[in-house]
C-alpha cells in the first residue's frame, strides 16, 4: 500500500482519499510530530463524521477505521484540535507546549481500555466488545485491564500513511497521546506496539533513500 501528499492531502495514486472537512481548525502548521491516538468507539460510529460537526470541538488530520480505510478531517497544513494540554521536548531540547501547534493527529478506531465482567470485556460505552483482546499494564502504570488490538489492515494503513507524512514533511518523531500527556491520557495504549510501528517506518525509509539514489546514478550514467 502506497499512499503520497499532494498540497497537503492524501492521496493513493491519483485519487485524492475521502476528505471530511471538520471545521474544528486552527491557522497554519508545519508539522514536527506525528501523534498516534484511538478513538475510544465502536465499529458502528464514523468518527469523521463526528469531526465534521461544529459542535465537536475536536478533530484529528486521518482517521483509519477497523478495516483500514482511511479519511482526511483536516489539510496537513493546518491545526486540528487532537492533542489539547501536552508537553514534549524535541531531539534538540526544544520544549514544546500544546502540541496541536506541532503535530498531525492520527486517530485509530479503537475502543482502548476494556473493563472484565465475568467472561466478558465491556467498553467504557457499557457495549461488550468481540474483537481479539490483551491484557496488559498500561506503560505509565494504569489502566491495568483490557486493551482492543488494532487490528492488521489498520496497522498496515497506519505504516502507509506515516511514510507519505514523514516523506512529505520534516517529521521529527512520532509518540502517542498518552507520551505528550501522560497521566491524562492512555492512548494508543499497550496494544500498539510504537517501538515496532517507528522501526518499521524508518527501514522503509531506508529503502525509499536507496531507491531513490539508485534511480539517480541511473539516470545520471555513473556507477
Keep these: 500500500m502506497n499512499f503520497a501528499v499532494k498540497s497537503h492531502r492524501l492521496y493513493s495514486g491519483s485519487s485524492e482519499i475521502p476528505f471530511i472537512s ?6 497554519q502548521l508545519s508539522p514536527k510530530f506525528l501523534i498516534i491516538h484511538y478513538t475510544a468507539s465502536g465499529p458502528d460510529s464514523d468518527i469523521a463524521s463526528y469531526f465534521a460537526q461544529k459542535s465537536a470541538h475536536v478533530s484529528a488530520h486521518l482517521v483509519i477505521r477497523r478495516d483500514g480505510t482511511v479519511k482526511q478531517c483536516v489539510p496537513f497544513n493546518r491545526v486540528a484540535w487532537h492533542a489539547g494540554k501536552s508537553q514534549w521536548i524535541g531531539k534538540d531540547g526544544t520544549h514544546y507546549s500544546g502540541l496541536n501547534n506541532s503535530s498531525i493527529g492520527m486517530e485509530m478506531e479503537n475502543w482502548g481500555p476494556l473493563k472484565k465482567m465475568e467472561d466478558r470485556w465491556i467498553s467504557w460505552a457499557g457495549v461488550e ?6 491484557e496488559a499494564c498500561h506503560k505509565f502504570g494504569v489502566p491495568d485491564c483490557g486493551w482492543e488490538v488494532f487490528t492488521k489492515a489498520q496497522i498496515e494503513t497506519a505504516q502507509a500513511a506515516a511514510r507519505a507524512i514523514c516523506a512529505a514533511y520534516k517529521i521529527e518523531d512520532i509518540m502517542g497521546h498518552d507520551d505528550i500527556a501522560p497521566g491524562r491520557k492512555s492512548d494508543p495504549g499497550p496494544a500498539w506496539d ?6 518499521q517506518i524508518k527501514a522503509d ?12 546514478r541511473g539516470s545520471t550514467g555513473s556507477p
Excluded: W, Y
Design 194 to 199: 510504537m517501538k515496532a510501528f517507528k522501526e
Design 22 to 27: 471538520s471545521p474544528n481548525m486552527g491557522g
Design 205 to 216: 525509509a531506508g529503502k525509499q533513500s536507496v531507491a531513490c539514489k539508485s534511480e539517480m
Design 129 to 134: 466488545v468481540h474483537s481479539k483482546i490483551i
